[in-house]
Nanobody, 123 residues
């Protein structure tokens, strides 16, 4: 089992940057793939990006390619989401999630979730 805690959200102007962190408890963090999802008010939870256990493979939603970068530091039990060139449409609660094998875009496949961190991008 793994517990996830997101941090780093906040209010930023369009064009700005934020870095989110997903910190995990436990000594088995490196055995989990990690995904980032987001959910805006009145909308379904949306895939953003995911990274494999070793960090050598990543997936990105088309809407964030070239602007967002996912990375991980297994020694620190942390996954990062660097978000650049932010747009008002990026406004949402951002969640990280974990699964031992899967790192695709289907949120129902992930076993563990954090509580989320709010990102608000003003125009």
């Amino acid at each position: 089992q793994v517990q996830l805690v997101e941090s780093g959200g906040g209010l930023v102007q369009a064009g700005g940057s934020l870095r989110l962190s997903c910190a995990a408890s436990g000594r088995t963090f490196s055995t989990y793939n990690i995904g980032w999802f987001r959910q805006a008010p009145g909308k379904e939870r949306e895939f953003v990006t995911a990274i494999s256990r070793s960090g050598t493979s990543t997936n990105y939603a088309d809407s964030v390619k070239g602007r967002f970068t996912i990375s991980r530091d297994n020694a620190k039990n942390t996954v990062y989401l660097q978000m650049n060139s932010l747009k008002p449409d990026d406004t949402a609660v951002y969640y990280c999630a974990a699964h031992k094998i899967y790192y695709g875009s289907d949120p129902s496949m992930y076993d563990y979730w954090g509580q989320g961190t709010q990102v608000t991008v003003s125009s």
